[in-house]
């Protein structure tokens, strides 16, 4: 009794002090975030010859006049880009774009001190309000008239973020178009710039096709991998092993827009829709892939998700690993900044939670660590060589984890992860209702970058979903040191999958 008592003692206090020294942490993260702000304003500056725009210091602000590139509507104090100007078919782009394809958490990212404040406030508002009820009926009214005056305004005001809308003009404006394939902070070796110089005017992903020899083609497969990875996660690992088994699959794995060899544009947003388009492009149209199971990781299973509502009748299967679900609770006002602060809960341990919070909540310290690692992955890989005496698997998980731009993993994180919100709800629903396909998910036992309760609640959202726990594995090793196990498991799936 005692000793469970000591336990219980222990555990309180290890979360106060982590709590405590949390906030000791971010607080001064918060400071050096805006310092860094204007070290590169003035580098962009330097390097680059002109200002470029960050969220940070861009609040929001009416936009009245946009010189006819883009036009801006409002229906019930909801601001949409409906059309941008002809100019964007330089560029290939659509001809709609949505603001709900853009995160507000790119450009409102509360600090740790002010969200406390508002916290503060909303406490003693209550109280306040309590305290107030005895008021006349006659000073009620007179409230509710100013209320609705004040409502009025608001729904006929028509704002957007500023930053959004000077990038997005910079997107389609022709003068802006830059043929520029890096900023001076990203790396600009021949792997990164590669997409650049191929004869692929399209710009197409980077795509890894594995063609079944000797054996008919039987189906094909489509693996999608998580943030900052590459398509190495599969072809390093299950690829040989299916390979070994002599699998009649036609497999393919992509590098996603912004990361390893596939382009990784200046201009572009990495909405989730620019996500799912290109990978339609690249293997769906490119490859005539009519039907096709689904192997998606992390960040990927939004992906997939995407895809299976989209191309439902066309799913065979559908394997999810480490899905970042977080249910938004019915009610919440703002689901993006929600599902933010479970991604990234401004923590300093587990190190794995100090190391999303820094990459979600903090632009320029992002970039920072981006200039330090990303740019000189070539040197890091070197030493990782030395020190590992040339081990594959740590040189293929370096490769993927540092050869991106912070542009692309910037906007992937907040459009993606942050962004869906509740629009997973509805992808769920969709396989739920409209999809027969099978459902598999997998997930490490001790995997503390997405929580196991992450794949129980896609199960509550899909009852027919099948959930494995890999014992004693994490958010890598479920895949990475057991790929002829997870191989197998794979090839069962397809195998007993219903069309």
């Known amino acids: 009794m005692a000793v469970m008592m000591t336990r219980r003692a222990a555990t309180v206090a290890g979360r106060w002090l982590n709590e405590a020294v949390s906030f000791l942490v971010f607080c001064l993260l918060d400071i050096v975030d805006s310092l860094l702000c204007l070290v590169y304003k003035v580098a962009d500056y330097v390097f680059e010859a002109e200002w470029k725009p960050c969220y940070c210091l861009s609040a929001k602000e009416p936009i009245t006049a946009t010189r006819g590139k883009i036009l801006l509507s409002h229906n019930n104090g909801v601001s949409k880009i409906l059309t941008l100007s002809p100019f964007q078919e330089l560029s290939g782009r659509r001809s709609k774009i949505e603001l709900d394809d853009i995160s507000e958490t790119l450009y409102t990212r509360p600090s740790l001190l002010s969200d406390l404040s508002v916290t503060e406030l909303n406490k003693r508002f209550v109280k306040v309000s309590r305290s107030d009820s005895e008021c006349s009926h006659h000073h009620h009214e007179k409230t509710l008239t100013k209320n609705k005056r004040r409502k009025t305004i608001t729904k006929s005001s028509l704002t957007v973020n500023f930053t959004v809308v000077e990038m997005l003009r910079e997107k389609i404006s022709p003068q802006n178009l830059s043929h520029d394939v890096s900023r001076w902070s990203d790396c600009d070796c021949g792997f990164c710039t590669s997409w650049a110089s191929t004869s692929d005017k399209d710009h197409s992903l980077f795509v890894k096709t594995q063609i079944p020899k ?14 900052i990875s590459s398509s190495a996660f599969w072809t390093e690992t299950v690829f040989p092993s299916l390979s070994a088994s002599s699998s009649a699959y036609r497999l393919f794995a992509v590098d996603l827009l912004g990361f390893g ?26 490859h005539n892939v009519k039907s096709f199971h689904i192997v998606a990781h992390s960040l990927g299973c939004i992906l997939a998700l995407d895809l299976a509502a989209r191309h439902g009748g066309l799913i065979k299967s559908l394997t999810l690993l480490a899905p970042p679900y977080y249910p938004v609770p019915v009610g919440e006002k703002k689901p993006r900044q929600y599902v933010m602060k479970k991604v990234a809960p401004r923590r300093v341990w587990p190190p794995i939670a100090l190391g999303a919070s820094m990459a979600c909540w903090y632009e320029h310290i992002s970039r920072t660590i981006c200039l330090l690692i990303c740019k000189h992955h070539r040197l890091w890989q070197f030493l990782a060589k030395l020190l590992t005496r040339n081990n594959r698997t740590v040189n ?21 992860i942050c962004g869906t919100g509740s629009k ?8 739920r209702d409209k999809l027969k396909c099978n459902v598999t998910i997998f997930h490490g036992e001790n995997d503390e970058l997405i929580p196991i309760e992450c794949s129980y609640n896609v199960k509550q959202r ?6 494995e726990v890999i014992e004693k594995k994490d958010h890598i090793t479920m895949v990475v040191g057991r790929q002829d196990e997870f191989a197998r498991e794979l090839q069962e799936i397809w195998q007993t999958s219903s069309f």
């Open 214 to 227: 000797g054996v008919a083609t039987k189906e094909d497969v489509l693996f999608i991998h998580g943030f």
């Open 261 to 286: 060899k596939s382009p990784k544009p200046a201009d572009s947003l990495y909405t989730l829709r620019e996500h799912v388009e290109m990978i339609e492009k690249s293997v769906l149209h490119k």
């Open 396 to 416: 293929f998980l370096i490769e993927g984890f540092m050869c991106h731009t912070h542009n692309a993993a910037w906007h992937t994180l907040h459009n993606i």
């Open 424 to 431: 997973l709800d509805t992808y769920l629903d969709v396989v």
């Open 462 to 467: 899909i009852p027919r979903a099948r959930v």
